[in-house]
């Protein structure tokens, strides 16, 4: 059986190695759109772009992965179908879930290897990117400029523009939202304006040229003020954005490697056990006022009234902020487990695509490239669905995150027990006939 399993390895390795060249390519080519407008019309060093680019294959071998274990295991196990091998081999006692064996255990290797660059390598891939594409902005000001789009990349500011010049550093029909340190709001609006960056003092300028500026006292909103300008400078100072220079501390939860979204969730926990123990506590505290009798000498007064009134309104509120604190670490928590999920499912799904693909494939008999990559989509835009649909659920706390990130590989696991079920026992599955039905059609 050693030969079999060899032979079934082999063709498996040149049409994922295939396949993953032709995601990637897929891949690589939509986002260099994106990356060489910034050399084309920001001007941003090709070096910083070169060293964005790299780190976004990360992200993208994460994707590419599954979906070329996808097509590989269709065309093999379709092809195999289709000259008649495992007809072959299941007449001399070799059932269908023999051979996919070999295909489960070469998906098993490539998971481990996928679970430690998605839960170590692509965090800090994407970080490193983070980190690139903030410095491009801030020391190319104009990359991150898009027209009709808001922009809060910008320090304390909003801006909204209705053109944008790169070659030429301008804006029309600028509108600015500021923040000043005062509490005051302000929007800026001006007809048009240029955007510099200095690098000796490490700011952006902006200039405005024949605007307004309308200033409304949020204490006072019947003070508003208008003032008229020919020309308005705004300087965006201390930025940090020496290029090699500045590290950004705050990761996002994608930017997090395994070991610290568990670290994170652990803080999260202790914090909500730390409140409930002081909630616990004041609630203790209350209930044994309530029952510790008081007595007051001279004449009644309603001033020990009005100070336990106000007592338990600082004790309510001070529970209302607990509540909220709980609140919102338990959505952090879910967020979190979200993302540890995620890498473990998207590496997984190798296994589970193959477990989808084999039975698929021997059904269908059919093993080549156009059959491989359309019923491939279909699959991968079904499992993306889920992948999508239960983490937003999980995130608004609808569903426990391992269920929702998890529901795309256990549809795909489904769809193969039922499959094999019919191809095994040759009875009607109504699912699968109904899935088949909408192939007969589409063939006609």
Not at 7 to 32: K, W
Not at 128 to 149: L, Y
Not at 239 to 263: I, N, P, V, Y
Not at 384 to 398: H, K, M, S, T, V
Request: aromatic fraction near 10%; include cysteine; proline fraction near 4%.
């Amino acid at each position: 059986m050693k030969i079999l399993d060899r032979y079934i390895i082999r063709q498996l390795i040149a049409p994922f190695i295939g396949s993953l060249s032709v995601v990637m390519f897929v891949l690589v080519m939509d986002f260099l759109l994106d990356i060489l407008n910034l050399i084309i019309s920001k001007g941003v060093p090709p070096w910083a772009v070169g060293e964005l680019f790299v780190y976004n294959l990360a992200w993208m071998i994460t994707l590419a992965v599954p979906m070329a274990s996808l097509v590989a295991s269709l065309m093999v196990y379709g092809r195999m179908a289709g000259d008649q091998e495992i007809v072959a081999m299941s007449s001399v006692g070799l059932p269908l879930q023999r051979l996919m064996a070999p295909g489960i255990f070469l998906m098993a290797l490539l998971s481990i290897i996928m679970i430690f660059f998605n839960d170590s390598i692509t965090p800090i891939a994407n970080y490193k990117a983070k980190q690139m594409m903030v410095k491009i902005h801030r020391k190319k000001p104009m990359a991150a400029i898009q027209a009709r789009v808001f922009i809060e990349d910008f320090p304390n500011m909003v801006l909204y523009t209705d053109k944008v010049d790169d070659r030429a550093g301008k804006l029309y029909g600028i509108k600015i939202f500021e923040k000043q340190r005062t509490g005051k709001p302000r929007t800026i609006i001006a007809p048009e304006g240029e955007v510099k960056y200095d690098p000796k003092s490490d700011a952006i300028k902006f200039t405005l040229f024949n605007g307004e500026i309308h200033e409304i006292d949020p204490e006072s909103p019947d003070r508003y003020t208008k003032i008229k300008f020919s020309k308005q400078v705004i300087n965006i100072s201390d930025l940090g954005t020496k290029l090699g220079e500045q590290r950004l501390a705050r990761r996002g939860d994608r930017e997090m490697t395994g070991k610290m979204l568990k670290k994170n969730i652990q803080l999260n926990i202790h914090r909500i056990d730390s409140v409930k123990e002081e909630m616990s506590r004041i609630a203790g505290y209350s209930i044994d006022s309530i029952f510790n009798v008081r007595s007051y000498k001279g004449r009644p007064s309603a001033r020990p009234v009005r100070r336990a009134l106000l007592k338990e309104r600082r004790t309510y509120g001070v529970l209302q902020k607990y509540l909220f604190t709980i609140r919102e670490c338990t959505k952090r928590i879910n967020k979190l487990r979200v993302e540890l999920n995620k890498n473990y499912s998207l590496a997984f799904a190798c296994i589970f695509f193959l477990l989808v693909s084999a039975p698929v494939g021997a059904w269908t008999r059919k093993g080549g490239l156009g059959v491989a990559v359309g019923l491939s989509f279909g699959f991968f835009l079904v499992y993306w669905a889920f992948l999508i649909g239960g983490e937003e659920l999980a995130d608004r706390g609808l569903v426990h995150p391992t269920i929702g990130i998890w529901s795309g590989n256990a549809l795909m696991l489904i769809i193969a027990v039922l499959i094999l079920i019919k191809l095994t026992y040759s009875i009607r599955v109504a699912p699968v006939e109904w899935i088949a039905g909408i192939f007969k059609k589409r063939k006609q």
